[in-house]
């Protein structure tokens, strides 16, 4: 029941919260937490008559577990040693974040936004406290959602319990995906949980204490619920996880023919149209150019360069466009998708972000064609690996091409055109995702796939057809391993976001809640601004109604004492509750001054 305490194994209880809170008793009669959640635990064992618990063993940093410190000081904390600077120098941590061109760091978008005092930085098999006898308690690394997280091993007797944190749900899926991932299109996390799972299916733990959803209690429901769990990683990354086919080295100055009027750079970030009069319309536009670029586009007949078109809001490839403007006059051409993105990059905290605002000068809407010299270029929407990613169609030296950018790849051992890996930074709706554009394939019948980093690849009608399948069975590997009420709650981070993400800190400051609810049935959210001192929120409080696959755009003004202190970048958060679910403190933003 809600604020009570449940008996779970002998000696160990759960409070359920933002996360599962466990208290354990020690033989002596004194008391330990593992994570605290909201510290509303606290209440709860006074209310029992138990004792204040002498420590908290933290499974990681991240602010659902942690947040309840900031309203219950003073208790001694114990975490991982490789997390202990995540959460105790948070504050400096964020000041120095590089959110414009993020490729590396990702795992400090889940720190707390202020420091938390850290007594003991746990190594790997550390016993603790070891001075209150049985059960013993021992500190094993797992490194799955952050770099440090630990689990505890709870040994009682021959029994052995291990707290787990987010590592495994009890029907064998993880609770979230997206803070598995640490350095752009890598999933180092995911990989800890692999071994860890691994471990587990051996048979040799007897429960499993997660830190979400159900205790997983027998050997054999471990076993299972680990097996189980091996079985969809290895669907989802085993199966979808891209190899890179051939990935050219060359450099972004150096051009040479596709066909006839289709050029690519060798590096392959950009492809261009060139009419016979050598003007032409250029797909992405790389990082920017060495002296000399001028002459190498002349050698292979490009005089002018009339369009830039985008395919997806990522440094490497519009950062070039500054210098195209200013040569050729360059117009920047793109999907409506990704206006915002471009022109506001400081609003968002997705990763790749070039750190210059660029201004759109045509919006390119769904399925109309830009028309330009007897040349008809289809734009769509094609989210896939960011949200803000639209895919080209056009007709060019009597084939039908299509300008992929980073969404699509020739998997030449299977035959067949396959999803790159999704960057959960950029956003992923497993209802919408590759399946929004799955369909385009078919109706265009394109027979040349001009994809980013990569040659150009013929491709097959029977490739193009076969497409939306592959789609589909790669969202429904991921709908299998993310285990929520909807799966795009632990894939999307930022289905509740602020905007902007960094604001500029004045008096008054207007920013705007965003949420958008990805389930198929009404939801109630509530938003709770937690902020620094000296600032004040106005409503303090937000709760709303969304229908299935709504969003709200809500006002929310942030006034700025003159007692705060900012010092270059200060972070305050969204608590969400969606209805009886709470995830703490979910999102954030940053003031800066």
């Known amino acids: 029941m809600p604020d009570q305490l449940q008996a779970v194994l002998p000696g160990i209880r759960l409070y359920r919260d933002a996360v599962n809170v466990y208290v354990i008793q020690w033989e002596a009669g004194q008391t330990g937490l593992f994570d605290l959640g909201s510290g509303d635990v606290l209440a709860a064992m006074a209310r029992e008559g138990l004792p204040v618990p002498g420590v908290v063993m933290h499974t990681d940093y991240r602010r659902d577990r942690t947040f309840g410190h900031y309203t219950h000081p003073g208790l001694p904390v114990a975490i991982g040693r490789w997390d202990e600077p995540y959460i105790a120098g948070a504050r400096d941590l964020w000041r120095s974040l590089q959110v414009d061109h993020g490729y590396t760091d990702y795992e400090r978008f889940w720190m707390p936004r202020q420091d938390i005092p850290v007594q003991d930085a746990l190594h790997d098999g550390q016993l603790l406290p070891a001075i209150w006898g049985k059960p013993y308690v021992y500190a094993q690394h797992i490194g799955a959602h952050t770099p440090g997280g630990m689990g505890y091993m709870i040994v009682d007797g021959d029994r052995r319990y291990l707290v787990s944190g987010d590592l495994i749900q009890a029907d064998g899926t993880l ?152 040569r050729y006059g360059t117009r920047l051409a793109t999907h409506e998708c990704m206006v915002d993105v471009l022109q506001n990059p400081a609003a968002y905290a997705l990763n790749c972000l070039h750190d210059k605002p660029l201004k759109v000068d045509v919006v390119l809407r769904e399925g109309q064609p830009l028309r330009w010299r007897g040349y008809e270029i289809y734009p769509h929407f094609f989210p896939s690996q960011t949200e803000y990613h639209a895919v080209y169609f056009c007709r060019v030296d009597g084939q039908m091409v299509l300008f992929s950018g980073d969404a699509l790849y020739w998997e030449p051992g299977q035959q067949r055109i396959r999803p790159t890996d999704p960057d959960w930074r950029n956003r992923f709706d497993v209802d919408g995702g590759y399946l929004v554009g799955a369909g385009l394939l078919g109706q265009y019948q394109p027979r040349l796939l001009a994809a980013a980093h990569v040659h150009p690849w013929p491709i097959t009608r029977e490739a193009c057809d076969e497409f939306e399948a592959n789609a589909q069975a790669f969202h429904a590997s991921l709908r299998a391993l993310v285990g929520r009420r909807h799966p795009t709650v632990g894939i999307d981070p930022f289905f509740v976001s602020v905007y902007p993400y960094r604001a500029q800190a004045k008096p008054k400051t207007h920013v705007e809640l965003r949420v958008d609810n990805p389930m198929d049935e009404t939801v109630t959210v509530k938003l709770t601004p937690c902020l620094p001192a000296g600032v004040s929120a106005k409503p303090n409080i937000i709760e709303t109604e969304l229908g299935p696959k709504q969003s709200a755009r809500i006002p929310l003004t942030l006034y700025i004492g003159p007692d705060c202190q900012i010092d270059g970048r200060a972070m305050w958060t969204l608590r969400v509750a969606i209805d009886a679910e709470d995830l703490g403190e979910f999102a954030e933003g940053m003031l800066e001054s």
């Open 175 to 326: 609770h979230s995906i997206f803070e598995l991932q640490r350095n752009y299109n890598f999933m180092e996390g995911l990989h800890a949980v692999r071994r860890a799972a691994g471990w587990l299916a051996s048979g040799n733990i007897e429960a499993v204490l997660p830190s979400h959803g159900e205790p997983i209690i027998g050997t054999d429901n471990v076993v299972a619920a680990a097996e189980t769990l091996l079985e969809r990683i290895e669907d989802f990354w085993g199966r979808w996880r891209l190899v890179w086919p051939d990935q050219p080295r060359g450099h972004v100055s150096d051009f040479e023919p596709v066909t006839p009027h289709l050029r690519g750079a060798t590096n392959r970030i950009q492809y261009a149209i060139v009419d016979d009069d050598g003007s032409a319309v250029l797909f992405d536009t790389g990082t920017g150019y060495p002296e000399g670029f001028e002459e190498v586009l002349e050698q292979q007949g490009i005089k002018d360069v009339e369009y830039a078109i985008i395919t997806h809001h990522h440094d490497d490839h519009v950062m070039g466009f500054e210098w195209l403007r200013e």
